[in-house]
């Protein structure tokens, strides 16, 4: 979490962090392993394996690079590390809070967010571990600061 931690606003504190899916992050270094194990063996299609390769290492990268929090005023989800995908959303601005399961996802419980703020905007934060969590706190924290500002 050194994105979020290191750009926080004043009297901004963070309430909860979450992780991807552990399946997410093992698949990717399973097919590393196994398109190495390959590059070395099969020199006859040692170029698809390297491709395999490549493709499993950008996509562990991604994965170890996603930050994703609530503080006590925003969402912030925070993808890739040398081009930065930052998507920062304050509370008050937050619809609704949608999530979605496809049938893979329910198989290994994982989860996708999708955070609204207008009718036609909104935000899928995917491959989530806990996401029904996630709403609960999100709209805990709304609650919150509606509290306080009144």
């Not at 290191?6 to 590393?32: M, Q, R």
Request: charged share 20%; no cysteine; hydrophobic share 50%.
């Amino acid at each position: 979490m050194v994105y979020i931690e290191s750009n926080l606003s004043p009297n901004e504190e963070i309430i909860y962090k979450w992780e991807i899916h552990l399946f997410y992050k093992y698949v990717p270094i399973i097919w590393i392993v196994i398109g190495f194990i390959f590059m070395i063996s099969l020199w006859d299609r040692a170029m698809v394996w390297f491709i395999i390769f490549i493709f499993s290492l950008v996509h562990l990268l991604s994965i170890l690079s996603t930050e994703i929090a609530i503080t006590n005023k925003n969402i912030i989800y925070k993808t890739w590390i040398i081009s930065r995908n930052v998507f920062e959303l304050q509370l008050s601005k937050v619809e609704s809070v949608l999530l979605d399961q496809s049938i893979f996802e329910r198989i290994i419980w994982a989860w996708t967010l999708i955070i609204s703020w207008t009718w036609w905007h909104n935000k899928p934060i995917i491959k989530l571990a806990d996401s029904a969590k996630m709403k609960t706190i999100i709209y805990n924290e709304i609650e919150n600061n509606k509290k306080t500002s009144n």
